[in-house]
Nanobody, 123 residues
Framework: QVQLVESGGGLVQAGASLRLSCAAS????????MGWFRQAPGKNRDFVAV???????YYADSVKGRFTISRDNAKNTVSLQMNSLKPEDTAVYYC?????????????????WGQGTQVTVSA
């Protein structure tokens, strides 16, 4: 069982930066594929970024070049650095963990989810 707790959300103006963090419980964190998803009101939960256990990363086209996902296996944390934020980035952001080494951008590939953290970007 893995428990995930996100932090770092908030209200910022367009162009600002935020850093989200996700703290994970469990002794096998380093073996999990970790992802970030987001869900805006009335919309589906969308893929944002993923980092595999080996460190490879992938991003949604909408955030590529602005967001950076990273992990610290010693601290059981995964982070999402978000720069040049836009109003369309407004959503609840969720951290997710998958036992599947090849997990990518489908929510069903992930076994564990955090409770989410709100990010609001004003124009």
């Amino acid at each position: 069982q893995v428990q995930l707790v996100e932090s770092g959300g908030g209200l910022v103006q367009a162009g600002a930066s935020l850093r989200l963090s996700c703290a994970a419980s469990g002794r096998t964190f380093s073996s999990y594929t970790m992802g970030w998803f987001r869900q805006a009101p009335g919309k589906n939960r969308d893929f944002v970024a993923v980092i595999r256990s080996g460190g490879s990363t992938y991003y949604a086209d909408s955030v590529k070049g602005r967001f950076t996902i990273s992990r610290d296996n010693a601290k059981n944390t995964v982070s999402l650095q978000m720069n040049s934020l836009k109003p369309e980035d407004t959503a609840v952001y969720y951290c997710a963990a998958s036992r599947f080494i090849g997990a990518m951008n489908w929510a069903y590939e992930y076994d564990y989810w955090g409770q989410g953290t709100q990010v609001t970007v004003s124009a």
